[in-house]
């Protein structure tokens, strides 16, 4: 509600400054303005304005009018001031002063915007002119020390420029306020990143009637401007800016505030453009007691004000006022409007689309000094070589354990000689893939090192995968040869040499091999061939093989090794499967350092007690764990003599964190596959306000941060991660046309032959040199640490029986380990879509983690106003129970069975029946420590993790607790129970190697 009242005294102060010189007079004005500007106004009290005049000289004085923004607008101040100072300069010259009454009140505005809101042409209007808006965010305020917020910053645009600028504006028929508008909108686009802008528009909505310009009030609107930015001259963009203006003003009677209000009081922009031009100032009669004038406007509520003052006389001025920006950022941002519009002036027929406009220390910062770590490594070195060395060095000293086998350096390096010069004897060449499929053990590190030594580059190929999954990969690296164990070689029906590495003949021919180093220059092998093609998810429903040099592979080792520390007493845990490239900084952080790698059966990796006691029996130091892992160990988690802790592939909580940083040294690693496994690292420091960077890059992998346009984006802003440097990968094996589009010429660099690879995750440059990640620009998500395109699974689902569209989405939840996968289907009339079958189809092809935990069939997908499914609107999956009817809990185990699982699945106990499986209901190894931690306070001796995968339903879980357990069971020992299962895994994945190839 507004009252306004018909008569109020308006307070005047008079304060004496005359006894004091003028320094001090400067001085105490200052400090009265800003005790002023504290005061504010009481709002149900008039009048919202108050006049000091403060005395400086018998000939001078200081005016101050201080009001609030409700009762004026800009215009009616300066209207209010040359009326007063035109009436002020008779007055000392004995003129009569007549002021005639106005024709209108500010009720006339008032009536048109009630007018403007019931109005169904506006609201159209902005209805579709908004649908799909992209807000325009600011970067993060950078705040640095020393410095504070919400400083504005001004500058006085060059006479000359403002010269070009007015000649330009001529030229193209537009007022000035239009190109000074454009370029107030290309740099939105750069500190938003985005090509799609929106910008508040400070818009006059005075009566358009006589007297009109006299009448005092608040008489403004900022509505919303928003405008496509693409490809283009400077004239281009300043043309469609106007016709987008003229559209906007045509509208701007419809208050801002009630498309607030509609948006569900959602801003739909946080940067104001003001463009000042209050030409009533040249009706000011100079008096010759005049020494100019100054308005000062405080905060206006939005995240920055840009005012533009503009008057033919005084010149053109710019004013930022941020709200919480820091000095330095304001200033950097003042300099791109300056930069922008002497771009503008200068060549107005050139593109606007193809330069950064950051300043010289900027880039330097960008370009140098965030890219700085360029020790001199080898260039030549093929990884193998650093392995060799310390096998030259230190050949008694431990390189690899695995259960109650070890190998010394000396042993392993002679046993991969011999391989090596066995595959070399059957046609191994450098750059032919080896494929190489192997249970976890002895065999597969020395198997690994010797295709290296051959030359080749290892395939690898994890018999846990699905058989169709296999095949593929199989088909699509075509391999020379095959690397694999006796249990498993029989199984696979192709056309290809076979090694058995432990069997009977294979062995002995093995053995007979040489056992010295095979000669690099004699196989023509150097550091530009491939070292491994490894298989991540793809896009189109088929993985793709990504292929990454030795030269890459040897910068990555010796970096990684100087950030983590790794020394010859080090001991590492092999923890992430070979067919994951986090392997090769496992091993090689071991291996090329000197240290001691341990490997362990999965059985002995599952969180909580099993991998404690193996982290304790092996002494490990380094131990790789995604941050899944880390979110289901509990807290009090006895990890041993651990040291490093090395997480990645999400982000860690903050209070993870600072949890297990209190207790080791975390590190975050951060990097795609086609940049050899890690980009930047960072060692957790809790001075970052508890957000994880994922750090700086490593040495020799230069990165950018760039626009859609590959432009350099300013410090703080988001774009996507561009990767340069030794370690960016060939492309992607047999996909030219992806290897196009996601390898690129490196714009930044001065060899020719350098390329960027663009990751798709959307980062910002912190401060301080570190990298920030914020999201992804595609439907590329993590779960539990593994890369998985979504699209690739839809794919599958489309191949299904019955499925008409699939859409698969990544629901988050509490902690990285219960993030799920959850597939939305519609079916073709006439079919009915069950989850068991369509779980049972795509286990055969994707990978475990890539199954989805739910399927929700629906008649049809809900689609926004331009044609999209409308993700918001997908409902929240119901309880899967593979088709089994629901049976309650029968007794007092049940129950509590039941509400553990609840718990650890967040559902409702009641929904869970004695039937239901544990893993198809959503859950996995993880969330499985999760229910041990919560189940093994009632039953301390009678529960193993294992037994949560033999028993995996409530019933079958109840049973064995009510037969008595553990304590009850007659058991083998560890080490014969271990054997039993990986014999009885061997004999399954057999079976689905069988039926695949």
Known sequence: MQLVWRDAAVPLTVIDLRDMNSDQQDQAVATFIDDERKNGFDLTSAPLLRIFVHLRSASTIQYTFSFHHAILDGWSVASFQTEMFNAYFKATEGQEIALAPLGLTPKTAAVREKAALQSERHRTFWRDYLEGHVYSALPPAQVEAGEGANRNRAARVDDALCARLQALAAELS????????????????????????????????????????????????????RQQLGRGSWKDLIKATYANELAVIEHRDYPYFQLHVDNGRNPYYEIVFNFINFHVYEDLQSGPQEDGYKQVIEATGFDLGVNINYNAQRGLHLELKPGKLGGKQTERILGYYLAVLEAMAQQPDAAYDTHHFLGQAELQQLLSEFNHRNPAYPQDELIHQQFEAHAAATPDALALGYEDQTLTYAQMNVRANQLAHHLIALGVKPDDRVAICMERGI???????????????????????????????????????????????????????????????????????????????????????????????????????????????????????????????????????????????????????????????????????????????????????????????????????????????????????????????????????????????YRYQQEHGGTMPIGQPLANTPVYILDSQMRLVPMGVTGELHIGGIQVARGYLNRPELTAERFVADPFSDRPDARLYKSGDLVRWLPDGNIEFVGRNDHQVKIRGFRVELGEIEARLLACAGVRDALVIAREGATSAEKRLIAYLTAHEGTTLTAAALRAELSQQLADYMVPSAFVTLDAFSLTPNGKVDRKALPAPEIARNEVAYVAPRHATDQQLCGAWAEVLKLEAEAIGIHDNFFEMGGNSLLVVKLHSLLSVHYPQQLAVADYFKYPTVARLADFLDKGGADMVTRVPDGLARAEMRRNRSAQRSNRLKRAV
């Open 443 to 681: 065999d597969l590190m020395v198997s690994l090192f010797g295709i290296w030594k051959a030359g080749g580059a290892y395939v690898p190929l994890d018999p846990a995968y699905p058989h169709e999954r296999l095949a593929y990969m199989l088909a699509d690296s075509e391999p020379v040869v095959l690397v694999t164990q006796a249990a498993l070689a029989d199984k696979f029906d192709i056309a290809l040499p076979k090694v058995a590495v432990d069997g009977p003949r294979d062995l002995a021919v093995i053995a007979a091999r040489s056992a010295h180093n095979p000669e690099p220059a004699a196989l023509g092998l150097h550091a530009g061939h491939l070292a491994y093609v490894i298989y991540t998810s793809g896009s189109t429903g088929k993985p793709k093989g990504a292929m990454l040099s030795h030269r890459g592979v040897s910068n990555f080792s010796r970096a990684q090794i100087d950030v983590f520390e790794t020394k010859p007493s080090s001991r590492v845990l092999q923890f992430v499967s070979f067919s994951f490239d986090v392997c090769v900084s496992e091993f090689a952080m071991a291996l090329c350092a000197g240290a001691s790698l341990f490997l362990a059966s999965r059985d002995d990796l599952l969180a909580g007690e099993p991998l404690e006691r193996t982290l304790k029996r092996h002494a490990i130091t380094h131990l790789s764990a995604p941050t899944s892992l880390l979110a289901a160990l509990p807290y009090d988690s006895d990890l041993g003599g651990l040291e490093s802790l090395i997480t990645g592939g999400e982000a860690l909580p903050p209070t993870l964190a600072d949890h297990w940083a209190s207790r080791y040294r975390l590190f975050n690693a951060y990097g795609p596959t086609e940049a050899t496994v890690i980009t930047a690292i």
């Open 174 to 225: 537009v007022p000035m306020r239009t190109v000074l508008l454009s370029a107030h909108l290309r740099v939105v686009s750069m500190l938003s990143g985005k090509d799609d802008v929106t910008t508040g528009l400070v818009s006059n909505v005075r009566p358009e009637a006589q007297d009109g310009e006299k009448v005092l009030g608040l008489f403004l609107n900022t509505p919303p401007l």
